[in-house]
């Protein structure tokens, strides 16, 4: 654990952490109570998305580019116009200590060899004046020397750590591995993320039902889905397993347009949060070689601009997905996932069949949507409260009265049954995964097929039998060396497999 006096080091000079983040009411975003390592490099976007905001804060302008930028439909890159902030160029915007500044620029040359100042510039997403400044700071302290031009005609000369920054690195990397680009303050952090909330455009009915268009469903329902949706508030599908529930939701939240600002990490009472995750943020624009640099001071590349992120939890969860997640060996956090989802969708599957009780996990976040923040837990005993800015969306095959009381259920406004689909339903979607896998299929032979099934008796068919009957149709096609055709033969044969290992009826 690291000790409170490491962590007041990186104060800035002369002000204590606490009174800057006492600062904010009502709500306080922070305030003091009981209670993987990755570099990640900042793209950089094109310089005709850029014009100047001097005179603006950061956190203002960050939102100014958010809303611009999230209308529905997506502008294209050509028809952007976006505002996007300076870079700080002094050290009290920034809002860290000189002390860390240095000690994470020392950190990323040590992982990089030999860097060039443009380099350190990606790596740290500060601009030029900035990273001047640091290395004069480095040079003078006799931590790093010059030892090379990497191009005789920009003068970018390359940099290597000497003895004694070597060893400065070593008692740095001690407090935490952390070597990304430099974090954002959490108040910064606060309100950009407010900002966003503020100016964000719903999608249209128009836009919900043309996602919606990809599945199969009856009419009543579609129309009570897209309602539900459109409202952007918390709302939770229910109905047997295999009816298509995870289906729907991940493909709606999937199909969001709009782009929001992600910080690469945060930086609260002397501690890094990690928040920027690849695997679920998706940059909007591409980085560039790296090896020259543009008009560095027209961006601010602390902030990645993402599409709108979207996560899925299933019956893996557990209580450390519900909080902060500090890692001992690296020594710094990683966000929780619904803080990765922030501005966007987190979708939680299967309710009811995680390790943690499904009234926990849903008081977990029905009560931080209802009243607009959360509060995060660092194991030094401070909480961090942030705005918390998701659409939360449940699916689950349980009945509703087993998984809380009417009390917490009743914070969600939209609960929607999706049913088994009806024999209609069911052919058309045999019939379009017919034609997606290039499967065969003799003239009204799927009408027979589905009377068939339906004449049975027990529980009536879910979406997912069409699916899991057709797979394994494929598959005997192919262990019989031939092409896959959806008869009465094979579809027999497929229904005595499937219907044998689902026990009767019932669906994995």
């Given amino acids: 654990m690291e000790s409170r006096q490491a962590s007041e080091e990186e104060l800035p000079e002369g002000e204590s952490n606490d009174r800057v983040v006492e600062s904010r009411r009502p709500p306080p975003m922070f305030r003091r109570e009981n209670f993987h390592r990755g570099d990640g490099l900042g793209p950089l976007l094109d310089d005709d998305m850029m014009k100047d905001v001097a005179g603006e804060s950061t956190a203002t302008a960050l939102g100014n580019v958010a809303s611009s930028l999230e209308a529905d439909p997506p502008a294209t890159t050509e028809s952007k116009d976006s505002t996007l902030p300076e870079q700080p160029r002094a050290l009290v915007e920034v809002g860290l200590s000189k002390a860390f500044l240095t000690d994470l620029t020392l950190k990323i040359m040590h992982y990089s060899g030999t860097p060039s100042a443009a380099q350190l510039m990606r790596r740290l997403g500060l601009g030029q004046s900035m990273v001047q400044q640091i290395l004069r700071t480095l040079q003078e302290e006799r931590l790093c020397e010059v030892l090379s031009q990497s191009d005789l005609f920009t003068g970018n000369y390359r940099y290597r750590l000497s003895e004694r920054g070597t060893a400065r690195a070593a008692e740095a990397l001690e407090r935490t591995r952390y070597a990304g680009p430099v974090p954002v303050t959490a108040e910064q952090y606060a309100e950009v993320i407010r900002a966003q909330q503020k100016r964000r455009q719903a ?24 309602r539900a949706l459109y409202s952007g508030k918390t709302a939770m599908l229910h109905g047997p397993s295999g009816s298509g529930k995870t289906s729907i939701l991940e493909g709606y939240a999937r199909s969001l347009d709009g782009v929001v600002l992600v910080p690469y990490a945060l930086y609260v009472y002397g501690q890094v949060i990690r928040v920027f995750d690849p695997s679920i943020h998706e940059p909007v624009e591409d980085a560039d070689d790296g090896n020259a640099v543009k008009d560095d001071g027209k961006l601010d590349r602390r902030w990645a601009l993402v599409r709108r992120p979207t996560v899925v939890l299933g019956s893996e969860i557990g209580q450390e997905s519900l909080e902060l997640a500090y890692d001992p060996q690296a020594r710094f956090y990683q966000a929780p996932p619904h803080m990765k989802a922030q501005g966007g969708v987190l979708v939680v599957d299967d309710l009811g069949r995680q390790k943690t009780e499904a009234r926990e996990l849903m008081a977990r976040w029905l009560i931080p949507v209802e009243r607009g923040w959360d509060s995060l837990s660092l194991i030094t005993g401070e909480k961090l409260t942030i705005p918390f800015d998701i659409q939360l969306l449940f699916a689950t095959n349980r009945s509703l009265d087993q998984l809380a009381d009417d009390a917490l259920m009743r914070r969600i406004l939209y ?52 699916r899991d009957l057709l797979e394994v149709v494929i598959e005997g096609a192919a262990y019989d060396g031939q092409e896959p055709v959806l008869d009465e033969e094979s579809f027999e044969r497929a229904l005595k497999l499937f219907m044998s290992h689902q026990g009767g009826g019932e669906a994995a």
Avoid: W
């Fill in 203 to 226: 999608p249209s009915p128009a836009r919900i039902k043309a996602i919606l268009d990809d599945f199969v469903l009856a009419p009543e329902v579609a129309d009570a889905v897209s």
């Fill in 415 to 466: 609960k929607l049954e999706i049913p088994s689909p009806g024999p209609e339903e069911f052919a058309e979607i045999l019939r379009q995964l017919c034609h997606q896998r290039n499967v065969q299929v003799p003239e009204g032979a799927i009408e027979r097929m589905v009377e068939r099934l339906y004449s049975q008796s027990g529980e009536k068919p879910r979406a997912a039998y069409a």
